[in-house]
C-alpha cells in the first residue's frame, strides 16, 4: 500500500528480458533500508525488490504488467517516480494507492495557470464513471486531486489537474511533452464502488 507521495525519482540503468523483464533501477534511497521482496511503487506500478546495491535495486516486471501499463515506459533511460510501500505510523499525506493500474490516460493539453500548470488528461470510457471533480486519482504513481471533469461524446472523459510547482520538481511531471500518456490509478473507494453496483445490477 502506498500514499501516492513521491519520494524519489530513479532510472532504468538496464533492462533485460529472461522470461519476465528484469530491470536494474538507480535509486536514492538507502538500500540498507530496503529489504529484498519489499514492494517500490515505480510510476504508479507496485513492483518486488529482486536483488539491490549500494545505489540501485533490480525488479522482474511480469507481461501481463507490461501490457497494462505506459507503452515504453520499461526502457532503458526511462524515469521512474519512486515510492516506498506505506508503514504503520507513516503520516498519510496523499490517499490510499494501491499500486495496481487500472487505465492509461493521455495528455490532451498543458497551460501555465498562475505559478502552476493546468493539466488536462484524456481517460478511458471504462474508467470515467470512477473519476469524479474534487477526488483522488494516482498519476504515474502521484496523488493528486481533479478539479474538473468533462464527459465526451465517445464515452471518455477529460480530467483536469493543477501541478504546483513543488509537485513538477519532485515529479516526471516537469515534462509534460505533447503525446505524453500515464498511468492512471482511481480511487479505490470508487472502485468497490463500482463493484457494488455491478453486483446490484446483476442481481436484478
Not at 528484469?22 to 506500478?45: F, K, Q, T
Not at 500548470?117 to 471533480?133: F, K, S, W
Not at 483522488?136 to 504546483?164: M, R
Request: glycine content about 10%; overall charge negative.
Amino acid at each position: 500500500m502506498f500514499t501516492g507521495i513521491i519520494t524519489d525519482i530513479g532510472h532504468i540503468e538496464d533492462a533485460k528480458q529472461h522470461g519476465d523483464l528484469r530491470l536494474r533501477i538507480a535509486s536514492g534511497y538507502d538500500m540498507e533500508s530496503v529489504d529484498i521482496g519489499a514492494s517500490i511503487a515505480c510510476s504508479g506500478v507496485c513492483l518486488t525488490v529482486v536483488e539491490k546495491g549500494p545505489d540501485w535495486f533490480a525488479v522482474d516486471v511480469s507481461a501481463e504488467t507490461v501490457s497494462r501499463s505506459v507503452p515504453g515506459m520499461w526502457a532503458k533511460g526511462q524515469r521512474l517516480n519512486l515510492e516506498r510501500a506505506l508503514r504503520v505510523g507513516d503520516e498519510l499525506g496523499g490517499h490510499i494507492v494501491t499500486g495496481h493500474v487500472d487505465g492509461i490516460g493521455a495528455l490532451v493539453s498543458a497551460e501555465a495557470e498562475g505559478d502552476s500548470t493546468r493539466i488536462v488528461i484524456a481517460a478511458p470510457p471504462e474508467l470515467a464513471p470512477n473519476i469524479a471533480a474534487k477526488g483522488s486519482i494516482a498519476l504515474d504513481g502521484i496523488s493528486l486531486t481533479v478539479n474538473g471533469v468533462e464527459d465526451q461524446a465517445d464515452g471518455s472523459v477529460h480530467f483536469g489537474i493543477n501541478v504546483i510547482p513543488h509537485t513538477a520538481q519532485m515529479t516526471t511531471l516537469d515534462n509534460l511533452r505533447a503525446g505524453r500518456s500515464f498511468n492512471l490509478e482511481i480511487d479505490v473507494l470508487a472502485r468497490y464502488l463500482s463493484r457494488m453496483q455491478q453486483v446490484q445490477k446483476s442481481a436484478m
